[in-house]
């Protein structure tokens, strides 16, 4: 654990469960110039278990005993994305930094709300954990395409695997809480907005949990034109996989086929499937954790904003019609405030 000190930004984690664990361990052992402030889970026993893993910290029941009891500097939400609304309005109005998990929430409207409140706080407070952002293969991706060294960017091709989805996960879920990262991805890589969104489903997985439609096909238009495919398979079985293939007018380039090295031995080829979004996106979520910790000293954000979180949600909220009604569905966003400009 790195040694906690007094002058330390004390980072509250609110929800201690897979993804929030994760970060209470980041927080506590390999972040510089923070420490874990406190743990907030309706679940006592998880939240003492996981502060009892960094050497302790205050638990709490709410967001609002953890303000009042004013135990931290700022925070990171890893509650379920359908709960972030409420308690984001909490945290806007105490004027708490606060890196919010995706999905800011989960559809256009309430993402709208909390892009209001922010701007009536008058600056801006929340970083959205988009954190393929902070990946190295994204990053480079979209240097290559900035840079226009291969002639325009035509198509980008996403597949998106998960081993098993976690219990509850539904239809629209596949598109609010997983899609959700390609619609940022895109607009990252394209720096464009998305005008369409069109779902497809076509033969389901009998792997598939039982309500769940497994895997679909994503298909977006931003508004140069470029199209964007995505495969999302959230019971693949096979593990962890985050793939993206770029088609310029002169190369194809692809990124993230693994995290690991390759590997030929006894005839054979290949490297390691990563098992969750842990091992794949550990240096990102790494990197993203740091910038916003220092960021959040300055008083600033240091990545993708809650605006990107609200247009990234109109694009959920367009493809969820979409696989309601098998249309293809125009995105519609609202004016950008000046905030964000
Ligand atoms: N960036 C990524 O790659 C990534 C990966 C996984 C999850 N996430 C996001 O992180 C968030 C959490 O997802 P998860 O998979 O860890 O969920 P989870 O269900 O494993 O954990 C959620 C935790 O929140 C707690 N909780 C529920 N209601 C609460 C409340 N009102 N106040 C305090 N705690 C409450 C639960 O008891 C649980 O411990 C979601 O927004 C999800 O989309 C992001
Ligand atoms: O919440 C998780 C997380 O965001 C992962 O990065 C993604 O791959 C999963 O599909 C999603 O369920």
Redesign the pocket.
Known sequence: MTAGHSRDMRVGI?????????HIRRIGHDILRARVGAV????RE??EAAAADVGGAPVF???TEMLEAQAVDAVI?????F??EE?LGRLLAAGVPTL????LTPDAESALRVVQAEVAVGRQLIQV???RRFDTGYQQLRQLITSGEHGRLLMLHHQHRNPVP?PGFTDEMIIQ?SV??EFDAIRYFTGEETVDVDVRMGLPSSRAVEGLHDPQLVTVQTSSGILATVEIFVSAQLGYQVHTQASFEAASVRIGESSTLQLTAGGRAGSAVDES??PR?REA?DREVQRWVDAARRGEIDGPSAWDGYAAAACCEAGVESQRTGARVTVELAETPGLYT
């Open positions: 609110v929800g201690a469960g897979r993804m929030g664990a994760d907030v889970d309706v679940d998880r939240a029941g709410s967001v939400l890893a509650t379920p994305g709960l972030h308690d919010c998990e995706k999905p954990g988009f954190m976690p809480d959700v990262h979004f842990v996106f979520y």
